[in-house]
């Protein structure tokens, strides 16, 4: 039987594209992309999404704010339509720029999962490979890494599905960094996609 999933992404989709070629290669088992939603008109994932005939869906947060709402009427609006129209088995935060609200987590526990390049415990929220690069030139950190973990509204704080460390190496420039961590990215997330929809994992 197949699993929908649906992915919200805010910039140029590569990890996205990494879910579609898996897609694509039979390596999310039942999963099937049946949606994806950005909250940036320009992000380029809506191209690669079209690519691939992959239907789209665009809200943004101006719209709201301009309207006179709040984020959570953002987000329980955004939330409203995905069960509606999808009903998904499972939501994946692709880069997904957007800090997600009860309003919205609480509608789907246990079936979003989101992709931070950090370990668990260290350097959650934003910016997450530039301060791993700070802290490894000042000498206080000689890796970092990537996880897949479950969403629940306190920020990059809920249970890990999926973890890989990336070695810090001395010479790195940020770019180099930011490079192998992607790399890492695109491995780890479609694996978790498929575990998740597979082994009906747990969001405790």
Known sequence: MTK?????????????????????????GSGTITLVVSNKKSAYGLTRAAEASIPTYIRTLKEYKDAGKTREDFDRDLAEYI?????????????????????????????????HPALPGELDGAHAIDRAYSEFKAGERTK?????HFVIPEVDKGKPILTQDIPCVEGDSLEDLENRIHVVEHEILPKAV???????????
């Open 4 to 28: 929908k999933i649906v992915v919200l992404i805010s910039g140029s989709g590569s990890n996205l594209q990494a879910l579609i070629d898996a897609e694509r290669q039979g390596e999310l």
């Open 83 to 115: 069960e509606e129209s999808q009903h998904p088995d499972l939501i994946v935060l692709a880069g997904w720029m957007h800090i997600l609200s009860p309003a919205f987590v609480d509608r789907f526990r246990g079936k979003i999962i989101n992709l």
């Open 144 to 148: 970092t890494g990537v996880m897949v």
């Open 194 to 204: 498929k575990l998740v929809l597979e082994d009906n994992l747990s969001v405790a």
